[in-house]
Nanobody
Framework: QAQLRESGGGLVQAGGSLRLSCARS????????MAWYRQAPGKQRELVAD???????NYVDSVKGRFTISRDNAKNIMYLQMNNLKPEDTAVYYC????????????WGQGTQVTVSS
C-alpha cells in the first residue's frame, strides 16, 4: 500500500526557515506530479507548490520567491524549502502524489504542522 510521510514541521518565528520532507514508499504506476498542499484553520486546503514528472514547478503567488519544491528521486523524497516564513503560512502541510493509475485524487500523507509566530 502506498504511503507518504511528511516531516520537518514545527514552530518558527516570522522570517525563519523550515524544510519539509515527504518520504514515499513504492507507489503503483508512474508518477505524474507531486505537490504540497496546506490547510489553515477554518480554510480550505490549497495547493502550495507542485512539480511535474518532467521537473516543471508551479507555486501559489503567496509563496513565490520564498518556497522551493524539489525532489530526490533516488531517495523517493520530496522537499519544500520554506524561507522568510510569515504568520499566514501557519497551516498543516500535506504532500500529494498523483500517478497514471490514480490521477485525480492521488495519495496523501498525514500532514505536518507548521506554526509561524509573529
Amino acid at each position: 500500500q502506498a504511503q507518504l510521510r511528511e516531516s520537518g514541521g514545527g514552530l518558527v518565528q516570522a522570517g525563519g526557515s523550515l524544510r519539509l520532507s515527504c518520504a514515499r514508499s513504492v507507489i503503483p504506476g508512474s508518477i505524474n506530479a507531486m505537490a504540497w498542499y496546506r490547510q489553515a484553520p477554518g480554510k480550505q486546503r490549497e495547493l502550495v507548490a507542485d512539480i511535474s514528472s518532467g521537473g516543471s514547478t508551479n507555486y501559489v503567488d503567496s509563496v513565490k520567491g520564498r518556497f522551493t519544491i524539489s525532489r530526490d528521486n533516488a531517495k523517493n523524497i520530496m522537499y519544500l524549502q520554506m524561507n522568510n516564513l510569515k504568520p499566514e503560512d501557519t497551516a498543516v502541510y500535506y504532500c500529494n502524489v498523483r500517478t497514471n493509475l490514480n490521477p485525480r485524487t492521488g495519495y496523501w500523507g498525514q500532514g505536518t504542522q507548521v506554526t509561524v509566530s509573529s
